[in-house]
């Protein structure tokens, strides 16, 4: 069994920073990429940034220059830095995992929970 579990969103004024971080736990042979989406009132979830095992990275376009995403591998855990933050990231954020389980060699896709990240003007 995988659990993805987020952690560190909150209430920030607009031009702060917040860091959310996120860990993949259990029975993991091996994590090929992790990545934060994110979903605001009324629209779809967006990709906001992904790390494939081997550090290649993307962003979306609204994000890049203000957010980094980097992770630990021997903790299989993800890190989401963001800065600059602008009333429009209000959204809940959801850490994404994809890897293979250790007894299978199955591919395995997760979701956390989901964690609030809220910037006023």
């Known amino acids: 069994q995988v659990h993805v579990v987020e952690s560190g969103g909150g209430l920030v004024q607009a031009g702060g920073s917040l860091r959310l971080s996120c860990a993949a736990s259990g029975t993991i042979f091996r994590i090929n990429f992790m990545g934060w989406y994110r979903q605001a009132p009324g629209k779809q979830r967006e990709l906001v940034a992904r790390i494939t095992s081997g550090g290649s990275t993307n962003y979306a376009n609204s994000v890049k220059g203000r957010f980094t995403i980097s992770r630990d591998n021997a903790k299989n855990t993800v890190y989401l830095q963001m800065n600059s933050l602008e009333p429009e990231d209000t959204a809940v954020y959801y850490c994404?995992?994809?890897?293979?389980?250790?007894?299978?060699?199955?591919?395995?896709?997760?979701w956390g929970q989901g964690t609030q990240v809220t910037v006023s003007s």
């Open positions: 994404n995992a994809d890897l293979l389980l250790s007894r299978t060699l199955k591919d395995y896709n997760g």
